[in-house]
């Protein structure tokens, strides 16, 4: 079995060629900046959409009217933030 490595173009994963050694350098997903897990984003425009979601969740960036929803706040409580341009 030949390598990736010779005159054809390289393999491509998730925007990065591999290297000659197969190394991949592993991706570190975003975190929520309250409890420190995994948070996803979502294409929600407005962010009564994410309230009750069980897991983390913010607006993609450059959305019009940021937000982030903390689903592990504290045992009673989750976060939900709303920014506004000034």
């Known amino acids: 079995m030949g390598d990736?490595?010779?005159d054809d173009d390289p393999t491509i994963l998730d925007g990065t060629p591999l290297?000659?050694?197969g190394e991949i350098t592993p991706i570190e997903p975003p975190r929520c900046t309250e409890?420190?897990?995994v948070v996803f984003e979502d294409d929600f425009d407005q962010v009564a959409l994410?309230?009750?979601l069980e897991r983390c969740v913010r607006s993609r960036p450059g959305a019009e009217n940021p937000w982030?929803?903390?689903a592990n706040y504290s045992p009673?409580?989750?976060k939900c933030v709303?920014?506004?341009p000034r």
């Open 4 to 6: 990736d490595f010779g």
């Open 19 to 21: 290297t000659e050694s």
């Open 35 to 37: 409890c420190g897990a």
């Open 50 to 52: 994410a309230i009750g």
């Open 68 to 70: 982030w929803w903390c």
């Open 76 to 78: 009673t409580h989750r």
């Open 82 to 84: 709303q920014l506004y």
